[in-house]
């Protein structure tokens, strides 16, 4: 069955850095553009970070272009988010997303607090 599966959040203090990874199985991984969102208590869930197929083109957030870099490996069915710079305001539950047409897969979330 389909699965994505997050890793990496945890608790970290403003300016450090976090890398996430979503894992994916059963389908085909190299098909789907990935993405990655958060939702903070009491917010909507936004999109942070969108890579294509190939992994060539990206979009980020304006909140976060310039310190998050979101990268695939195909060969891993493999999604990361490298956060650096962290935020108090990045706190959230981060999500990864495939999507191919109307077909959309979600995680489970992974939950990144930054404080101090």
């Known amino acids: 069955q389909v699965q994505l599966v997050e890793s990496g959040g945890g608790l970290v203090q403003p300016g450090e850095s976090l890398k996430l990874s979503c894992a994916a199985s059963?389908?085909?991984?190299?098909?789907?553009?990935m993405s990655w969102h958060r939702q903070a208590p009491g917010k909507e869930r936004e999109l942070v970070a969108f890579?294509?197929?190939?992994?060539?083109?990206?979009h980020y957030a304006d909140s976060v272009r310039g310190r998050f870099t979101i990268s695939r490996d195909n060969a891993k069915s493999t999604v990361y988010l490298e956060m650096n710079s962290l935020k108090t305001e990045d706190t959230a539950v981060y999500y990864c997303?495939?999507?191919?047409?109307?077909?959309?897969?979600w995680g489970q979330g992974t939950q990144v607090s930054v404080s101090g």
């Open positions: 997303k495939a999507t191919m047409w109307t077909t959309n897969y």
């Open positions: 890579i294509t197929t190939s992994g060539i083109n990206t």
């Open positions: 059963g389908f085909t991984f190299s098909s789907y553009a």
